[in-house]
């Protein structure tokens, strides 16, 4: 397809040029010379371009309507499949979007990324979250080069693609997921966990292993004594009292499932497992209580692995001839082109492909819907490259936040639409690293970028007297040239973290400072390190409190240590002593003072 021009009279699609490409690794290679970053690739990225490369190499690469983006020339989005053409040697088909402005660069990968728990809902599967908990386990302790170094978190993560070919080419999965639903296991152990734990036992004993399960689960009567029946009912009472102890599930999953593979490797004896003994010590941040290896589970052949790009070759279509892909491009099959939406076509388009429509699609964030309203109904949504993609079926395969937002917002937003792809790329798109407000504040030069993300996001529910949701990227770059004295408290206030998140102190160390520098200073210097307070103290009474309960004031109640924290510094202004600070009081917060 030859280049066209936008001519829609708008700001962001003035010099806006878009084409349907088949990029050769020489093009490749010459765009991601132009790309700028100041940052070190992480090993999720580099297995990212490695999987791009494997799937090209075999000549599996399908167009999925995801552009590449140029702003002057320079490729900002999509050095990914660049690099892993160069690597496979092998051209792949692609959108090219050119010309996009500067200013629009800082709302690139603000969409919501698809996760793999998306794609398994979308697909039908009963159990998806799960699913995903049960694949990244399995799939990082069998392919663990030391199964007893095991620790679940470290690594990367499976990509959409995978975890979706996983579930698809290999039965056990959904197998062991429906039978810890049937024994009722996931009321004492997380549904994921209990499904991995499954899975792996069954490699070693597949009757064992059921048999294990219903008696650990709740809904089954125990059968007669025995060393599995003793190791069973000992687990799950370790397990139901950490499920009661913890409401909010911050005891790591690694714990809990190195527990599971010890009562495992206990169900023949020798002796009487004790409540007493089934501990681990092995994530413990007191070193003198060791550093236990991983029990790995007793049975489970060393030789077993799994094999993530042979289980993904299969799944898409085995080792058979390639597909030809390419050809697709120039035989009209896709078809790329410019639109205003309007409200009402953004409701036609959801009423008859998207989540309204029956269709299928992933669960729709409202928070980001408000947020993306915002952005038009300010006129700061600007078009950055990113496309709107409908399967050759109509279905809405990556845009309905967008169109969502246009909905709710009525106003229009102008946009390229991608049409006629394959139904089965939906789990190709939104795979990598959300770049969120904490990367843009990097790229801008900020200090602390990270921590003055969050504090931006703080200080913006505050100011807007909101306990929920955040500013979009646009927005918070806004807000943090409207307030740049948020970098500053965000290092200050870095040092007292362990008592008061960072993202609950800086916003209101700055606000604070509005009233006076020398006391905002003091008030938190105190919190972090306790000096000079006494008995009666209205910030000692806080620092107490916080540290008492530290649970009940963690993220998933900083509204509440906000209103805390503005009423202890009130009561500190005002010289008022003993008195009974009061959490709650919401929506909204105390005026300062």
Known sequence: MSNERFALGHKSFDDVRYRLEVVSPEMAQAFADTFESGEKPTRAYEQKVAAYALAMGRKQWVLNGEPL??????????????????????????????????????????????????????????????????????????????????????????????????VEEDARFKASADLVVKYGVHKVLSHGAATAAHYLMALADEEGAELFMMMLGEDVPLPADGPARDAARVLRARLVGIRDDDRKGSTPLTFRLALVAKAWNRRNGPGVLTLQALNFHGMCENKSLGNEAFPAFDGVPDAARVDIAKLVASHQGGEGPPVDHLMSVFEGGVTVSPMLVTPAIADEMLRQNGPLGGNGNRKVRKPHVEALSRDMRADRFMYNGQTVKLSVSGRILDGQHRLLACSHGKVPFYTLVVRGLPDSVFSTYDTGRRQGLGLKLKKEGVAYAFQTSAAINSLWRIVNNVEHGEPTNVEGLEFARAHPGIAESAKFVSAGKAVLQGAVAAPLHYLFRQKSVPQADGFFTQIAVGADLSVGDPVHTFRERVLAERRKFSDANAADTVRLCIRAWNARRERKTNVRLVAGGGPGYPRIV
Not at 84 to 95: H, L, M, N, R
């Open 69 to 166: 983006i140029f702003s002057g020339g320079r490729l900002v989005s999509g050095l990914a499949r660049c690099l892993a053409c160069v690597k496979a040697g092998e051209p792949f088909p692609t959108v090219i979007v050119d010309g996009i402005p500067l200013d629009a660069l800082p709302t690139l990968d603000t969409h919501v990324k698809r996760t793999a728990r998306d794609v398994l809902g979308i697909n039908g599967e009963a159990y998806p979250v799960a699913l995903v908990t049960a694949c990244q386990v399995v799939t990082r302790y069998l392919n663990a080069t030391d199964r007893t170094r095991f620790v679940m978190g470290r690594g990367s993560a499976l990509t959409s693609q995978e975890v979706e070919s996983l």
